[in-house]
């Protein structure tokens, strides 16, 4: 119903910022909540933040809130993550994905439906 392209990945130094893009195609996108997931080598997969339908409703990891902000623009069919103040610790590859359950602000993987490829972020010390 809904494919999730990602792009704005890359390299960035240590308190440098990037801005992913999840762009949306099919069914609207107003239609899914979207959330951001990280995988990191080594590590589980986790949840880093998450916007409703309306993108009035965010919930963020406590390991990124105050650093990282999602928005979305419906009309682009376009969900962002501004990612500032990065660390070496948030190196991974993140993926979006859109729900089309019920739920607000959808918090684990099985609650999504659609995923992006994935775009890898690396931070250098």
């Known amino acids: 119903q809904v494919q999730l392209v990602e792009s704005g990945g890359g390299l960035v130094q240590a308190g440098g910022s990037l801005r992913l893009s999840c762009a949306a195609s099919g069914r609207t996108s107003s239609t899914y909540a979207v959330g951001w997931f990280r995988h990191a080598p080594g590590k589980e997969r986790e949840f880093v933040a998450g916007?409703?339908?309306?993108?009035?409703?965010?919930y963020y990891a406590d390991s990124v809130k105050g650093r990282f902000t999602s928005s979305r623009d419906n009309v682009k069919n376009t969900v962002y993550l501004q990612m500032n103040s990065l660390k070496p610790e948030d190196t991974a590859v993140y993926y979006c994905?859109?729900?089309?359950?019920?739920?607000?602000?959808?918090?684990?993987?099985?609650?999504?439906?659609?995923w992006g490829q994935g775009t890898q972020v690396t931070v250098s010390s």
């Open positions: 916007i409703s339908r309306s993108g009035r409703s965010t």
């Open positions: 994905a859109a729900s089309g359950g019920g739920v607000e602000v959808p918090l684990s993987v099985s609650e999504y439906d659609y």
